[in-house]
């Protein structure tokens, strides 16, 4: 586990920022009728215009610049001609590399109307987010993190993911150590000022349980059931958490703190 200078932390900045900027247009490009491609198409014109490069394109052999996982798709879903549909939702996940260091974030966005409980689900992921990286200090455990993650999302009737995890961040886009989305507080690597991690959990309307499709990428739920996923990549600070991959004018936490086994880490094929 590696904790960051000043210098790096600069860096690491600036890609969280280029992140969070286009990852927000994407969120606004969404309606019926738009294609994951097309959004694809997007956030890379917009990655290269800006002097950075795609971080998962060509990443263990990933075919696209994002992940776009509708409906049931959990994660790693391959952009496609698919058209989005009224009441789908979709999850994007967007990482960079500029200048040496990584940014990754990851939203679901509702398309178009979406049921209540559709609502509801995107939401609580959300809300779980945020309840996670209101634990993150120096002195915390890796385990504090995911026990806030599942405490919500299963206080609403919701599951939590197992397979995949968050993860550290830097020079590198999946570092040690791994954050998963659930377990037992108090437990793990205690967190260090300087500390960077991609904090992601990724929750399913009905059983925790997925499958992974033909194509060696996509995760789907296994009962069909929606799914949806947030991330934000925060750097650990003596007394709280800095969000490095907020979109401009978001006015949530800056740098002065928080205002609100077996896993695969991030972008890897179900088989190799």
Aim: charged share 20%.
């Amino acid at each position: 586990m590696v904790c960051r200078s000043p210098v790096e932390l600069s860096r690491l900045r600036d890609a969280n920022r280029l992140v969070g900027r286009i990852l927000d247009g994407l969120r606004r490009a969404v309606a019926p009728g738009v294609t994951t491609a097309e959004l694809d198409a997007l956030a890379e014109e917009q990655i290269r215009a800006a002097g950075a490069v795609p971080a998962f394109k060509g990443y263990r052999g990933y075919p696209a610049t994002i992940c776009a996982s509708v409906n049931e798709e959990v994660v790693h879903g391959i952009p496609s001609g698919r058209a989005l549909g009224e009441g789908d939702i979709v999850s994007i996940d967007l990482g960079v590399r500029l200048e040496g260091f990584y940014g990754d974030s990851a939203v679901t966005v509702p398309v178009g109307a979406v049921s209540e409980r559709a609502a509801a689900l995107i939401r609580v992921t959300e809300e779980s987010l945020w309840k996670a990286i209101a634990i993150v200090r120096a002195g915390a455990r890796v385990s504090d993190i995911g026990h806030a993650v599942q405490t919500h999302v299963e206080a609403h009737g919701f599951s939590v993911v197992r397979e995949f995890v968050g993860h550290g961040i830097g020079a590198a886009l999946h570092e040690e150590p791994q954050v998963p989305n659930f377990g037992e507080p108090g437990r793990g690597p205690r967190l260090a000022e300087g500390m960077v991690l991609a904090i992601e959990p990724m929750v399913n309307m009905g059983r925790p349980e997925i499958r992974i499709q033909r194509d060696g990428w996509t995760a789907v739920a296994k009962d069909g059931s929606l799914s949806a996923h947030f991330e934000h990549t925060v750097a650990v600070t003596a007394d709280g958490a800095e969000v490095l991959s907020l979109p401009p004018g978001d006015g949530r936490p800056g740098p002065s703190g928080v205002a609100a086994g077996g896993a695969r880490t991030g972008l890897q094929p179900a088989r190799s």
